[in-house]
């Protein structure tokens, strides 16, 4: 279901996933000016309906879509639609879920592992070899993924989140170095904790906690700058430094240790695709 909500002159076209989660929908405002066309999809209409609203007042033309990312079909066949009515110079692949393997369970479950990989790493990397294709022949455009530093190392209790992130950062990487020739650029978003809905189920400490705004601000210089990988804050680049430097004994013993909970979804858990760890 698509819904325009505004006319003005289209001077730069971005399209945004996840819009209707914490970054995302700060990614939107930040972006929303007069000229700005913003073509957001999400899960939630409630949501995309109130930053659409935002955008507006700004000044921006916005388009929104109500689209399930596991359906990747879908997510293409409405991507070619949206490019050749819009033409996107910039894309932001932000939305993804997040789960966490419970205590009392010796595994994850196999459903909400497919999910996630459909979400996480299938579809965005599709889309985002979509909107490469639209871009070389145009000459030009950026491209960005936003993935997790729980991409950096491989957690025993969210196996298959933090396995879709490091896909995500090695497709980003690839990506680079294949459409960076045609005026392409491809940046890998990676960062700590959030303070977004799907942070706030972690029942754990969430150090260096940054607000959605401060994040969407860190977001778009790394974009306009065409910047390779944006890791942030800052100290989880120091992190991952000293982590790898470890014997793989003593980082093995420190993740099988880590002890993370989560709580369960208020609502339903796919009405939340956005990024926050």
């Given amino acids: 279901m698509i819904t325009e909500i505004s006319h003005t002159r289209v001077l730069r076209s971005i399209l945004i996933t996840g819009a209707s989660g914490g970054i995302g929908m700060a990614l939107a405002a930040y972006y929303a000016t007069p000229g700005c066309t913003l073509i957001l999809w999400g899960r939630n209409p409630e949501r995309l309906a109130e930053i659409a609203t935002r955008c507006r007042a700004c000044g921006a033309h916005v388009v929104t879509r109500e689209l399930d990312l596991q359906n990747g079909q879908e997510a293409l066949a409405a991507y070619a639609d949206d490019d050749k009515a819009y033409t996107p110079d ?72 933090s396995s879709s992130k490091a896909g995500l950062a090695f497709f980003a990487k690839a990506a680079r170095l294949a459409w960076q020739r045609y005026g392409v650029s491809v940046t890998l978003i990676a960062p700590g904790f959030v303070d977004t809905a799907m942070s706030q189920r972690l029942e754990c400490p969430r150090p260096f906690l940054l607000s959605p705004r401060y994040a969407a ?24 430094v000293l982590v790898c430097l470890l014997p793989k004994a003593v980082r093995e013993y420190i993740l099988l240790h880590l002890a993370v909970g989560q709580k369960e979804w208020k609502n339903e858990p796919h009405k939340e695709q956005d990024k926050s760890l």
Wanted: aromatic share 10%; glycine share 8%; with cysteine.
């Fill in 90 to 161: 910039t894309v932001i692949l932000g939305a993804g879920i997040a789960d966490i393997q419970g205590t009392e369970n010796l595994t994850e479950d196999p459903h909400k592992v497919f999910q996630l990989a459909l979400v996480n790493y299938a579809t965005p990397i599709s889309l985002a070899t979509a909107a490469a294709q639209a871009m070389v022949n145009r000459k030009g455009g950026r491209i960005a993924l936003i993935g997790s530093v729980a991409g950096f190392y491989e957690l025993p209790f969210a196996a298959s989140y």
């Fill in 217 to 240: 601000k860190v977001i778009a210089r790394a974009i306009a700058q065409r910047q390779a990988e944006c890791v942030f804050p800052w100290p989880f680049k120091v992190l991952n």
